[in-house]
């Protein structure tokens, strides 16, 4: 089929092509225009902190560099301490039993030097911000548990910011799912197209004549204004 005619069914058809795409645009309208919150992905928080291990510091008169990194390698650890399944035992240890369930809780956390972050998130508001609250005071009173080397302290765990809880942004397959959707009905639209014109027997053009190895004689020109 040549291109020509190709072109000459997607505008005889159109109608065929748009109303798919018309109705599944109208479906998806909501879901274009719903908030993130609407899409039951949950909610989200990070804590903020900084960290060091307890020392009798003495006065000195040179620099404070090694506290420094002493507390950048503290951080450090908490980091992958706060990764690990311990951590979360913890936080269920914190909460006692407080009725929040830690099943859908996701824990992620990342420090640059001596600040660390906690990434929280679950599905339930009330229960995150529960949750949240054990999980400052674990990295502040349990650290001395799995690491000797604080000497039986648990490091000195300073808050700096814990953030208000936020609705989690949508998965990208969930905000694309509008597009694919019309992208489908755009697809069916031009396959009942092609299907109606192939059912069709009516001639439109002199092109369908020749298909049908009849001769063409003559045609009359469409009357111009």
Avoid: C
Avoid at 127 to 143: H, K, P
């Amino acid at each position: 089929m040549e291109y020509r005619e190709i072109i000459r069914i997607v505008l005889r058809r159109w109608w065929l092509i748009v109303l798919p795409v018309v109705l599944s645009a109208v479906v998806s309208i909501p879901d274009l225009l719903r908030d993130n919150a609407d899409f039951g992905g949950g909610f989200t928080t990070q804590i903020r902190y900084s960290a060091a291990q307890k020392l009798n510091i003495s006065e000195r008169e040179t620099d404070y560099t090694d506290i420094w990194l002493a507390s950048e390698y503290t951080v450090d650890a908490l980091t992958d301490w706060v990764r690990s399944a311990s951590f979360r035992g913890e936080i269920g240890s914190v909460l006692g039993e407080t009725p929040v369930s830690l099943e859908g809780l996701q824990i992620a956390a990342d420090n640059v030097r001596s600040v660390g972050v906690v990434y929280l998130s679950h599905l339930n508001r009330k229960s995150l911000s529960a949750i949240a609250d054990a999980a400052a005071l674990a990295l502040g009173n349990r650290s001395q548990k799995y690491f000797p080397q604080l000497g039986g302290e648990a490091a000195q765990v300073t808050i700096l910011e814990q953030r208000e809880l936020a609705p989690s942004p949508p998965g990208l397959m969930t905000r694309l799912a509008p597009l694919i959707r019309m992208g489908i009905a755009l697809l069916v639209g031009l396959a009942i197209a092609f299907v109606a014109e192939y059912i069709d027997p009516t001639i439109y053009h002199q092109d369908d004549l020749r298909r049908l190895g009849l001769p063409l004689l003559g045609s009359i020109p469409k009357e111009r204004a």
